[in-house]
């Protein structure tokens, strides 16, 4: 039996086959969003901010405005001013219930306890309060607004304790040459029975910490822009530009002025403890130049807080050979 003829598709077919359209989509139809356990995908809520995040990461301060200036040293000063009532406040509580034995001023100007707790007191107050109002008022953070760049004085700890030690030749020479009074006030507080052990570890922590903050942290800035400004002012000649990160920069002549003018003070609030003799007065200025050096050319305050504290470990550690850790406090 004869099988019929294969034939062809017909080219007609293929063509209308191949441009029939599938079911049609109705035009009501919409995209609908997956379901998960039959229950429609809710748009997630928006992100809300960290706890405290416009205290602890404010807003970066303006291009124009340049921290610390002056009016933010008077603030400082005012905060200081509250501190240091409190630790009057404090002071005399201790000395009416006897603590430590003291229970009048002038034993209390001469006690280790005293004078270092009061000292103490000041500081941790002004500095807490600092940390509290200053980040308001910069919109950035304190040790932003500072310059404290960590980083740097670490990269740089070699030259910084360079520095330091020049620091501490000259303190040697300044003794053979114009030594201060052999009975000083800071002599009659190291004879007190553990004096010198507080004296060194407040020394080289808390005092070089917190006077770098007020000398090198507020006022040498805030010194230098306003040279810069009345330089400005009188000769119409611009100040610096701010850098790319919007910190101040300044010209030679304010840094050299601000750093006098940092350090003279900084010399006279040390000047009670010398009797106010010459020679150690120069010798602070001298240091404090050294420590204006430090900030200014690494525009790091760290880096001065650096040399300050590796040149009075450096001076406590020369005490601390002279008395055989501090027995022989008679050979100072």
Not at 35 to 43: D, S, T
Not at 128 to 154: D, E, K, Y
Not at 240 to 265: I, R
Request: proline fraction near 9%; include cysteine.
């Amino acid at each position: 039996m004869n099988s019929l003829p294969e034939q062809e598709p017909d080219q007609d077919s293929l063509q209308q086959a191949s441009v029939t359209p599938a079911e049609p989509v109705s035009s009501d139809s919409k995209l609908q969003a997956p379901e998960v356990g039959n229950a429609p995908l809710e748009p997630l809520p928006p992100e809300e901010p960290l706890l405290f995040q416009s205290f602890t990461l404010p807003e970066p301060p303006p291009p124009s405005v340049r921290i610390p200036h002056l009016g933010h040293l008077g603030l400082l000063l005012v905060l200081g001013v509250f501190g240091l009532l409190v630790a009057t406040i404090i002071t005399r509580s201790a000395l009416y219930f006897h603590l430590f034995g003291i229970s009048t001023i002038d034993k209390a100007v001469t006690d280790i306890h005293y004078t270092l707790g009061s000292e103490a007191i000041l500081y941790l107050w002004t500095f807490i309060s600092c940390l509290i109002v200053f980040p308001l008022v910069w919109r950035r953070g304190f040790f932003a607004g500072l310059h404290w760049n960590g980083a740097t004085a670490l990269h740089q700890r070699k030259r910084m304790f360079g520095t330091a030690t020049v620091c501490f030749v000259l303190a040697l020479t300044n003794g053979l040459l114009m030594p201060g009074p052999s009975d000083a006030p800071i002599d009659k507080i190291f004879r007190s029975p553990g004096a010198a052990w507080m004296l060194f570890a407040f020394g080289v922590t808390f005092a070089p910490f917190f006077e770098e903050i007020l000398f090198r942290g507020f006022l040498l800035p805030a010194v230098c822009t306003a040279w810069d400004w009345a330089i400005e002012r009188s000769t119409g000649k611009p100040a610096p530009p701010l850098d790319p990160g919007g910190n101040p920069q300044w010209s030679m002549f304010a840094m050299v002025g601000g750093a006098f003018a940092t350090s003279v003070p900084f010399a006279a609030m040390h000047a009670a403890q010398t009797g106010y003799s010459l020679g150690p007065f120069l010798l602070l200025i001298c240091v404090s130049l050294a420590l204006c050096w430090a900030r200014l050319s690494t525009r790091s305050l760290a880096a001065s807080v650096l040399v300050h504290a590796s040149y009075n470990f450096l001076l406590f550690s020369l005490m601390l050979l002279g008395t055989s850790g501090f027995r022989h406090l008679d050979k100072m």
